[in-house]
Structure formats: C-alpha cells, structure tokens
C-alpha cells in the first residue's frame, strides 16, 4: 500500500476545505454581530445559543470519529458519511441567515438555536471523516505537510474570497446591511455545495487503497468507551489535546468581536478592509503551497512554536499601541483615517504577517496530529484516524461553548448591551480591547509551554512505519504494507 498521495489527490482532498471555511468565515466573522447587532438579539442569547450548539456539536464528533474508523461498506469508511452530509450542511447554512422565526427575543434565540445546532452537527459527518480521510491518504512524513498545506491553501481561497466579497460587495459601506447578509446566504451554500461534491467524488477513487478496518463482532457500549480512553491515552496527542483546550478558551472568547471592533475601534466599514481578505489570501496561499518546501529539513515541533511563539508577540500590538494612545496619552498609532492612510497600511502589514505565520504553524500541527496515528497504531494495534481528529473537539468545544458564554458577560459587562447611541459603544469598545489585549497574551502561552511537550521527530515516524510493516525507502514514498488482516 503506497504512502504516498498523487498530486491530483492532495488537490482533491484540498479542495473540501473549501467548504468549511465558507462555514467558518460566518460563523467567525458575521454570526454573532449579525444575531446581535442587525436582527438585535441580546448578547447572552446569542452567546448561550452558540454555546449550547457547539456542545451539542462536541458530543458527536467522537461519535462520528469511531463510528467512521470501524465501518466497512464498499464505499470505504469515510465517503459514506461525506456523502450524507453535503446536502444538509449547504441547507443549514442557507437558513441560518435566511429564516424568519420572528422578532421577538426568545423567536430569535430558537431559530439562532436549532439552525446553528443542525449546522454544526451536519459538518460534523463532513468534516471528522474528510480529516481521517487525509492521514489515510498519506502516510510520509514530509508529503503530510504539503497535504495538510494544499488543504490550507484551499480553505484559504475559500474563507477569504468569501470574505472579500462580502465585505467589498454584499454588505459595502455598512456592517448593518441585512439584505446582504442574505446575499452572502445564497453564494454561502452554492460555493458549500459545489465544493463539498468535487471533493467527495474526486477522492472516491481512492478508496480501494485505503485501509479497511477488521470484522469484529458488535462491541457493547463499555467495550466501545475502554477502547476510545485507551486509544487516546497517548501522550503527544494529549499534549496537543490540552494545549488545543486552553486555546479553545481563547477562540471561544474573541471569535466575531472582529466586527465590533472594525467598526467601533477603528472607524472602518466592510468596504474600507475587503482588500484585507485579498492580501491575506495571498500570503496564506503562496505558504500553503510551498508549506512542505518551507518546513524542510525542521523539526515539526520546533519550527511549530517558534511560529507560534512569534505570533503571540506580535499579534496583540495593535491593540496595546492603540490603548496605550487612549489611556497614556501616547502616540504610538498613526489616528483613525481614510482607506489608505498611515493606519490602513499599517492594519494590513500586520495582517498580512500574521495570516503567513499563522497558516505555517497550523499547517504543522494538522501533520502532527496525522503522526500520531502511526505511533499509537505501533502501540495498540488499531488506526484510529477518526477519534484522534474527532477526540479533542468533544472537550475543546464544550470549552469555547463556555468561551461564548463568557464573552456575552463581557460585552454585556464592558457596556455594549446598554449602548444605544454609537458614542457609547466606542467607550465600551475600548473597555473590550483591554479584556482581549491580556487574553492575547495570558491563554496563548499557557497553550505554547503544553504543545512544547509533544516528543514525535521524524526518525520515530519513520521507524513506526517500519515496525508496522511497511517495507521500502520511507523518504521516497515507495512503501508497501505487509499482508494483515483488516488491510485491503
């Protein structure tokens, strides 16, 4: 069995990440300042809706992940459940912005509930086989970070350029423009859709070479849990597993309050940073291609947290050099301005850096997270593909859904639920900078001194492949497995 993928493959499988950052960029970006500020839902409803979906969310994805890594049916073990995906998943996302329950508090917070919970669930039978899928598809060391950057590279393409349009286009010089929001509904789904099809059907040719997990006999529901805590109790993926917990915290508290402060912190419209989206994209695409050829001859691990270490010491300035202006009187930022000013450019060369750095290290964590499979596979004698991508998010989301909740105390308590007037809300803004300035700070580096302590190099890769039976020169990628049973 090769371990090596072919181009067209990793082209493919990139491909499907498309989908989920169209998803992503909603609900990261325009969600909760959409179910806030244009349709007005108070901040804690929209926070416990998010919230009470992401746990919901967090409880399956396990579920998915084994469930995947142990069926057997002649379309593989992962396309069944992408394929019974695409359709819901494009629906939900349609509806989210679409529907009108009515205008009334508890109208809205049902239809924010349970069309954000069937939207995250439906992505669940997508996205936790399509990432197994990829360690399946790869199994080199060196070529599972160029898979893992052409995915980038895609979701890139899709996560920016939707967000480009939607800014310069849809929504204009106005984030309260609800009518393009709904635009952004039918371009959303159409692009989920369409890409979410090639992807599944691109890859269907593979998996005749994919392994095919051992006829077992129905396990009981204890059997099945032992397993699961067995599985996952290895020590580089619980290292990336805590350090993925304490981050989540982060996520959950600062995701969508980009808006809040685009507006309110820096006096900009949609149209005055679409070109933002752009200039990332294109930082982000030139290193997901070159991703492989970029970590070459590093250390994951190594070069992983000096990226991650740089992006801690950079990423907050912004904000500190602005409060510091407020506060201390300094002059540290060029002033709010026109498109193009001293401030502009600087807001996009931060940007830009961040979006670079950003890309490479999570790109190496993805390839990272694919070698641990091997390794435990040495050790318990099963792949489980499914469970160690899926494994994490069952804590880790049910930390951002406190995360979400946390945050709507914040803005509730920084003076944004009270804010009528737009002179109110800059005063609040300046009080939400400061909570996110330290949370820039403090939950990152507890997170980078937890990943420090993932211990796979190479040459234990390399070596795990052996010892599993794969014979040939494991940097060219002329690999074969040994006949075993449950292999196909």
């Known amino acids: 069995m090769a ?18 950052a169209v998803k992503n960029n909603l609900l990261s970006s325009f969600l909760f300042y959409y179910y806030n500020q244009v349709l007005g839902l108070s901040p804690w409803l929209v926070s416990m809706a998010l919230a ?12 998915v992940g084994y469930v995947s890594d142990h069926t057997r049916t002649k379309w593989g073990r992962r396309h069944p459940y992408i394929y019974i995906s695409v359709i819901p998943s494009s629906a939900f996302y349609f509806f989210l912005i679409i529907a009108e329950f009515g205008e009334s508090q508890t109208a809205l917070f049902v239809q924010l509930l349970l069309l954000i919970t069937g939207l995250r669930v439906s992505w669940t039978f997508f996205q936790v086989p399509r990432e197994a899928l990829g360690a399946e598809l790869s199994k080199d060391y060196s070529q599972r970070t160029t898979l893992n950057g052409l995915s980038m590279f895609f979701g890139w393409l899709g996560g920016a350029g939707i967000a480009y349009v939607t800014n310069a286009y849809f929504l204009g010089g106005s984030y309260d423009n609800e009518q393009g929001y709904r635009t952004l509904a039918y371009w959303g789904s159409v692009i989920i859709l369409l890409a979410s099809i090639t992807f599944a059907v691109g890859t269907h040719r593979n998996i005749s070479e994919l392994e095919v997990p051992p006829a077992r006999e129905k396990p009981k529901l204890a059997d099945i849990w032992q397993e699961i805590l067995e599985t ?4 580089s993926w619980l290292v990336l597993f805590f350090a993925g917990v304490v981050f989540s915290i982060y996520i959950g508290l600062t995701t969508g309050l ?5 507006r309110f912190f820096w006096d900009w419209t949609p149209s005055d940073i679409a070109i933002f989206a752009i200039a990332d994209l294109s930082a982000a695409l030139i290193i997901s291609v070159f991703a492989g050829v970029l970590a070459r001859g590093w250390d994951k691990k190594r070069l992983a947290t000096w990226l991650f270490i740089v992006s801690l010491i950079v990423g907050p300035v912004l904000l500190l050099g602005r409060l510091s202006d407020m506060y201390l009187g300094t002059s540290v930022m ?10 502009w450019w600087v807001m996009l060369i931060h940007s830009v850096f961040m979006a670079a750095i950003g890309v490479l290290a999570w790109v190496l964590v993805g390839s990272m997270t694919a070698d641990v499979v091997e390794d435990s596979q040495r050790q318990t004698g099963k792949r489980s593909e499914g469970l160690f991508f899926a494994g994490p998010n069952l804590v880790q989301k049910c930390i951002s859904g406190l995360g979400f909740i946390i945050k709507g105390g914040i803005l509730t308590a920084v003076g944004f639920s009270d804010a009528v007037t737009d002179a109110e809300k800059i005063e609040a803004v300046g009080y939400l900078a400061m909570v996110v300035a330290a949370l820039a700070i403090i939950l990152p580096s507890i ?15 390399e070596q795990n492949l052996l010892d599993l039976g794969y014979a040939g020169n494991t940097k060219t990628g002329v690999l074969h497995s040994a006949p075993s049973d449950g292999k196909a």
Request: proline share 6%.
């Open 447 to 461: 997170a980078l001194a937890i990943f420090s302590r993932y211990d796979i190099t190479q040459s234990v890769h």
């Open 52 to 63: 009470i979906a992401l746990v919901v969310d967090a409880v399956t994805d396990p579920v």
């Open 3 to 20: 371990t090596r993928a072919s181009l067209s493959t990793l082209i493919l499988y990139g491909i499907g990440n498309i989908s989920p």
């Open 258 to 262: 980009g808006i809040y402060f685009n």
């Open 232 to 235: 996952l109790n290895h020590k």
């Open 334 to 343: 060029p002033p709010n301005g026109e498109q193009y000013g001293a401030l």
